[in-house]
């Protein structure tokens, strides 16, 4: 087990635009390996291999009560479809403290890849489990939360950050 550094605002490989995995080798099984275990020691329950530096497409989840219950692993995922609105309470592991509403689509089916390289497709409506999916493919894209925030509201969060580090 290997505990990485998880980057935090305004770390500028945070606006990384990640690329695909080309092949599921043994250095993207560490690194898969490496994230679950950087996320649970976080108490986080999705991580984004932006947030630790790596600009590749690739993001863990798990909403398990208890550890390692429910891991999920997403490669290269693809929102193919999306519709509706729905507004979740976001953190991120990355803005550590904060807290906002955001609103997203409410409905989206998506396609990734496992850790086996075997395609999948997930229908995700109207819960947090949709939130965060589409939250932890932004990472990906080098978005965070606050990116989807009225600019007053952005500024607030960004002062809230900025008091945050000092303290
Ligand atoms: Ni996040």
Not at 63 to 84: D, W
Not at 117 to 146: M, R, S, V, W
């Amino acid at each position: 087990m290997a505990l990485r550094k998880i980057l935090y605002y305004p770390d500028p490989k945070l606006k990384a635009i990640a690329q695909p995995i080309i092949e599921i080798n043994n250095d993207i099984k560490k690194l898969i390996d490496d994230m679950f275990d950087t996320m649970y020691e976080a108490k986080g329950c999705g991580l984004a291999a932006t947030q630790i530096g790596v600009p590749l497409q690739l993001v863990v989840i798990d909403f398990g009560e208890e550890k390692k219950q429910n891991p999920l692993v997403l490669i290269n995922p693809v929102i193919t479809e999306q519709s509706g609105e729905q507004t979740f309470e976001e953190g991120c592991l990355s803005l550590p403290g904060l807290y906002e509403k955001v609103k997203r689509a409410s409905n989206i089916k998506l396609t990734a890849l496992d850790e086996k390289n075997t395609p999948f497709e997930i229908c995700a409506k109207e819960d947090y489990f949709c939130q965060c999916l589409q939250h932890e493919i932004d990472h990906l894209q080098g978005k965070l939360f606050i990116d989807h925030l009225s600019p007053l509201k952005r500024s607030r969060a960004k002062k809230k950050l900025a008091k945050g580090l000092e303290a």
